[in-house]
């Protein structure tokens, strides 16, 4: 095993398979003089947009996983961004064991800013793996560790994991994570995240919030300034939630970030797919207050009204006799 790599592994299926690429190339364009291996983990990926992804240059090996692993889980999720192919997260280490020692997990909506090698120095020898906090404000942390019942005293995200690859197949964590995420009795928000917190509590290294640092936790100013310090900008940015910047609606600092990493994948001449047609009730709400903010008052009304309309249709339907 090449122990001086940066090993990086990515799952997913055919919805983000772009996003893959386009967080790898933001990777390997910030970490010219690192030596990188990337492995993909692909569920459901046809064979025309496999030969599209294979186009990338880029030193990725791609484990091609059996829907049988996946078909287990539950596809239904009432937070409709999250789908099937997270779970695969869970097998990668059984996957790499005697392939790697250590490798970074990522989500497929993060891209990268810096260079990487300083986590090489992250011991994680006596630990499972290294994970970044899921909040900034201690509140937000205490509820999650109120609501799972923790006896830990942070709650971290798993969009970024620096995992120990024999640590984490000794304890075990893909069947005690199958055990809780299987359980019909169990009711988390956050599936597989929520179910590796309760399985690693104790067993993590929090590390520097830099190496995961969530999109959601900045100001609509701070969104539009991110890139311009080199003193705060952050190793990987984790572009949590729905409205992500590789919508055509979503303009900003971070769309065109986005769009320069895309040119250098082979899905370069592509547009950018709008986001209307996934819009949730909620997002209506949020786009009016934008609008309204910009100026753009009829837009703005009109997203609102929307919202209205939509909260009180669904609010009459709850309240149905069955």
């Not at 995200?157 to 994570?177: A, P, R």
């Not at 370069?268 to 609008?291: A, E």
């Amino acid at each position: 095993m090449n122990n001086q790599k940066i090993n990086i592994a990515f799952c997913t299926d055919s919805n983000y398979l772009e996003y893959v690429a386009i967080a790898i190339k933001s990777i390997q364009l910030n970490n010219l003089h690192n030596s990188i291996q990337f492995y993909v983990f692909l569920y459901d990926v046809p064979k025309s947009e496999l030969q599209i992804f294979q186009k990338l240059d880029a030193p990725i090996e791609i484990l091609t996983i059996d829907q049988q692993e996946i078909e287990k889980y539950q596809n239904e999720h009432k937070l409709k961004h999250i789908n099937r192919s997270m779970y695969i997260r869970l097998l990668v280490p059984r996957l790499l064991l005697g392939k790697v020692d250590k490798f970074i997990y990522l989500d497929a909506d993060t891209l990268c800013f810096k260079d990487i090698s300083s986590i090489k120095q992250v011991d994680i020898d006596t630990v499972i793996c290294a994970v970044v906090s899921d909040s900034l404000k201690q509140q937000n942390v205490a509820k999650n560790v109120s609501r799972l019942k923790l006896n830990s005293a942070n709650y971290f995200n798993s969009g970024f994991l620096y995992i120990n690859t024999k640590n984490w197949c000794e304890f075990d964590v893909e069947n005690k994570v199958n055990a809780i995420l299987l359980n019909p009795q169990s009711k988390l928000i956050y599936p597989d995240q929520d179910a590796l917190n309760l399985v690693l509590q104790n067993h993590v290294k929090f590390i520097d919030c830099r190496w995961n640092y969530l999109f959601t936790w900045m100001t609509e100013s701070e969104k539009e300034q991110f890139f311009y310090h080199e003193d705060t900008l952050p190793y990987i940015i984790h572009f949590t939630g729905a409205r992500k910047p590789w919508y055509l609606e979503h303009i900003g600092l971070a769309q065109n970030l986005y769009v320069f990493y895309k040119h250098f994948t082979p899905w370069h001449k592509q547009p950018l797919k709008s986001y209307l047609p996934r819009m949730r009730i909620n997002d209506y709400r949020i786009y009016g207050k934008s609008f309204l903010k910009k100026g753009k008052l009829f837009k703005g009304t009109k997203f609102l009204i929307t919202y209205l309309l939509l909260k009180l249709k669904k609010k009459e339907k709850n309240n149905k006799p069955s």
